[in-house]
């Protein structure tokens, strides 16, 4: 069993920063990539950021130049800095891991961006 524990969410200002992270722990054989998604009320989950295990990433569009993914191997860690933040980057921020063959999911971590 995989567990993924989230922190870092919280309130911020509009232009301010944040930085979240997500620790894997348990039995797995390895990770294939690393994710944030975020779901805003009344709106679908959708995907922010991924790395895979080459490190190559990937951004949506709305939060490419403003947010990087990043992660360390070692402590099976994944992290999101967050910087010039918007109101409209207000949701549940989850993160995401996929092994060879399972998908795990993170409790989700509350990100407020005030005006």
């Known amino acids: 069993q995989v567990q993924l524990v989230e922190s870092g969410g919280g309130l911020v200002q509009a232009g301010g920063s944040l930085r979240l992270s997500c620790a894997a722990s348990?039995?797995?054989?390895?990770?294939?990539?690393m994710a944030w998604y975020r779901q805003a009320p009344g709106s679908e989950r959708e995907l922010v950021a991924v790395i895979t295990r080459g490190a190559s990433t990937n951004y949506a569009d709305s939060v490419k130049g403003r947010f990087t993914i990043s992660k360390d191997n070692a402590k099976n860690t994944v992290y999101l800095q967050m910087n010039s933040l918007k109101p409209e980057d207000t949701a549940v921020y989850y993160c995401?891991?996929?092994?060879?063959?399972?998908?795990?999911w993170g409790q989700g971590t509350q990100v407020t961006v005030s005006s």
């Open positions: 348990g039995r797995f054989f390895s990770i294939n990539n």
């Open positions: 995401r891991v996929g092994t060879p063959y399972e998908i795990y």
